[in-house]
Structure formats: C-alpha cells, structure tokens
C-alpha cells in the first residue's frame, strides 16, 4: 500500500522559512519522479514542484521558482521542500504525490496518482 505522510508545517511570519518533509512508503521510492502540489483555501490543487528519480533534474512553478527547492534523499526515502522567502500567498496545504510512471521523468509532467493527507502551512504576521 503507498503512503505518503507529510510534516513540518505550521504558521510563519511572512519573509520566513519553512522545510517540508514527506516519508513514503508501499512503492520503490527511487523509480519513481516525485511532485510537491498544494491547495489554498477555496481554490483548487497548484503544482508546484517536481523531480526526477535520482534527484538531479527538478522543475518548479512561476509563482515559488527562485523561493523553494525540491530535494529528495531515495536512501530514506524522503522527499523534501525547503520554502524561503514565504508569502501570505503560499499559504495552502502542503502534499507529496507520486508520479504514475515508473523509471520516467518530465519536467512539464504534473500528473500524480497517489498524494498523502497534507501538511498546513500559514504564512501571516
């Protein structure tokens, strides 16, 4: 069974930081492209990052390119998202989500098919 469970969220002024970690299990971790996408309150999901398999190649949104960065370490199987320069805008629940193709990676691909319960994360002063 896949799971995917996300934390290190939580409430930040905004110009803050935050790191996100997700911990997955059920799949091998490794073969598979990894996606960061989020739902702010009211509207529907935005992707916002995604990364290869062995991590090298990543690929962000206009709106957090230049602020977060997508990592991943495939020996804990993990998958993280450092979050810089925060804006009351990025505030959303934060989700992992798996890529459907095994050993594939593209960089416009924004396809998932499993995602974990989420982390909240509020950017306000």
Same mark, same amino acid.
């Given at each position: 069974?896949?799971?995917?469970? @996300? ?26 492209a990894m996606n960061?996408?989020?739902?702010? #309150? ?16 990543? *690929? ?13 370490? *495939? ?12 804006? #009351? @805008? ?36």
């Open positions: 069974e896949v799971q995917l469970v @996300e934390s290190g969220g939580g409430l930040v002024q905004p110009g803050g930081s935050l790191k996100l970690s997700c911990a997955a299990s059920g799949f091998t971790f490794s073969r598979y960061w996408v989020r739902q702010a #309150p009211g509207k529907g999901i935005e992707w916002v990052s995604n990364i290869s398999l062995g991590g090298r190649t990543t *690929n962000y949104a206009d709106s957090v390119k230049g602020r977060f960065t997508i990592s991943r370490d *495939n020996a804990k199987n993990t998958l993280y998202l450092d979050m810089n320069s925060l804006k #009351p @805008e990025d505030t959303a629940v934060y989700y992992c989500a798996k890529s459907p193709r095994l050993d594939y990676y593209s960089g416009s691909s924004v396809d998932y098919d499993y995602r974990g319960q989420g982390t909240q994360v509020t950017v306000s002063s």
